[in-house]
């Protein structure tokens, strides 16, 4: 094989890998941005190996973005001590599939807002360790390679960790369809002025996290509870936004807009049981450079 034959080669084998890297990267930071950046260089190194010295390739090329993700997110950690008001992770946004959603069965946990922030509880370590093997595989010597911890604390990280995930997981996930219904039915009612139909819409304790980041108002209700957040919603909804669009946000639907006063805001919902558990509302532009606002 050629020089210009190997090398095509090796950027076939790569690209072949680097959606899962992508995810990988992004569930560790919460940056789509850091997470290119991880990926990138993680083809670096690799472009400086010696192909033949790597039997698996999959196993080495997620080693090594684990390790670049891990790093990062410890000076993430230090960065986000220092942010203005409540950090969100930037979110995945991706038109609504060209086949009908209602198709597919189940939502994407690894990316799931729901999941990101519950990880931004956990130590780096802990993490990572969950990431790595419970949802995406590792066995917990691969993974103590990349914390630089034995394989009996990576198991007890994981352990850990899992159990705080367990805690904050909605016990009655739904299908993308009925999400899909739940967060039109959502739309229709702040549009509405349906005060009834949206706290039967909302859980009780409907927790509203909103991520401004300094840039832009974090806009949230003065008061917690289904009643106190609907009455608010609908009394924002009386001034309409610009645009607003149904999208897949971190894997489920959700919702895009531009409101009144030209700003663009993407929402993703956690939903249990049927009931609005948490939105969570990103609004700092700079976490929003690749988002549009029509579909």
Known sequence: MSGADADDALVRAFEAHRARLLRVAYATVGSVSE?????????LRLRAQDPASIRNLGAWLTTTVSR???????????????????????????????DDPADRVTLDESVSMALLVVLERLSPAERTAFLLHDVFGLEFEEVAGVVGRTPAAVRQLASRARRHVEDGRPRFPPTVAQQ?????????????????????????GVVWRSDGGGKVSAARPAKPGAQNVARWLIALARRPPRSLRMAMVNG???????DGDG?????????????????????????????????
């Open 263 to 295: 700003v663009l805001t993407v929402i993703a919902f956690t939903i249990d049981a049927d009931r609005i558990t948490a939105m969570d509302v990103m609004r700092n532009p700079d976490k929003l450079t690749t988002v549009h606002d029509s579909g």
């Open 35 to 43: 997470a290119e950046d991880c990926v990138q260089e993680a083809w």
């Open 68 to 98: 670049l993700a891990y790093d990062t997110l410890g000076s993430a950690r230090a960065r986000r001590e220092r942010y203005v008001g409540p950090w969100l992770p930037e979110p995945l946004v991706e038109d609504l599939a060209a």
């Open 252 to 258: 489920a639907p959700g919702l895009v807009m531009r």
């Open 180 to 204: 899909q219904r739940l967060v039109a039915a959502f739309a229709d009612a702040c549009g509405g002025g349906d005060m009834e139909r949206l706290v039967a819409l909302l859980d009780p």
